[in-house]
Each structure stands twice: as C-alpha cells, then as structure tokens.
C-alpha cells in the first residue's frame, strides 16, 4: 500500500507542482497580488494556514490512519488546509527560485544516504 489515499477520487493523479505553480502564478496574476507575495508574506501566509491545520487535530489526542470517524464535512475542511498549506509552499518556493520538485528529490536521496534501509530497521 503506497498511502491511505491511493485509490481516491478520479482526477488527482495527474496534478504535478508545475499546474499548481502556474495556477498561482495565474490567480495573483489577475488581481494584481503579485506585489503582495513577497517571501517574508508567503512565508507568514504559510505559516498561519499551518497553524489553521493544526486547530483541525487540537484535542483530538491521537487519531486513527485514514481518520475513519471523521465526518465528510470534517475531512473536507482538512483537504482544504493541507490544500492552502500545499498552495503557499508551492507559490514561495515559486517566488525565491527554487525548483520544488527538484529539490524534494534531491532531498529524499539525502535522507535515504542519511537513514539507509538496513541500519534502521523499524527503530
Ligand atoms: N494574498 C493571498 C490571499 C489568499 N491566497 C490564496 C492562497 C490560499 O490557498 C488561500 C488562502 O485564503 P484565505 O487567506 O482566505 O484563507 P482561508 O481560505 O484559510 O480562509 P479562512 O482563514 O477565513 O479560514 O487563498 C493567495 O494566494 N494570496
């Protein structure tokens, strides 16, 4: 099983960093708020949303995978934080010149060199 949302709704399979990225790009575009998403704002907006994430786990203790006694109306919202979250990391790393995709990349072979498989097995 690659995650719990492997086999979710038609359609998110194809969305890649470069049609969020351009989308951004677009929707600041058109309501002349390209002059608002500054770093030092993107990072601020980004962390806010972050911190709105959150409130959807506070007091909730831990909670099980796949959040199984979740309402829709619940998971919706989350969708939509995690989706702001996703949004503003995409448009900040847009903003200061870094290639998202690749740099994630390049970061899993670092942490696959960092942890290797057989030296931390399950601990
Ligand atoms: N200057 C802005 C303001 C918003 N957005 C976009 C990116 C986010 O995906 C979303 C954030 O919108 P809101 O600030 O209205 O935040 P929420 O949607 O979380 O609403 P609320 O804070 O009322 O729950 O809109 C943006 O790109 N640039």
Redesign the pocket.
């Known amino acids: 099983m690659k995650g719990q949302a492997e086999n979710e709704g038609e359609g998110s399979e194809g969305v890649n960093l470069k049609e969020l990225k351009n989308k951004?790009y677009d929707?600041?575009e058109e309501r002349d708020?390209d002059q608002?998403?500054t770093p030092r704002n993107l990072l601020l907006?980004l962390v806010g949303?972050v911190g709105?994430l959150s409130e959807i786990f506070q007091w909730k203790g831990e909670v099980p995978r796949g959040l199984p006694d979740w309402e829709e109306k619940e998971k919706q919202h989350l969708g939509?934080?995690l989706?702001?979250v996703l949004?503003?990391l995409v448009?900040l790393s847009d903003i200061c010149g870094i290639d998202l995709g690749k740099a994630a990349l390049r970061k899993l072979e670092l942490n696959a060199i960092k942890y290797p498989a057989s030296l931390c097995q399950g601990s």
């Open positions: 951004m929707f600041a708020w608002f998403h907006a949303e709105e939509e934080e989706s702001d949004l503003y448009r």
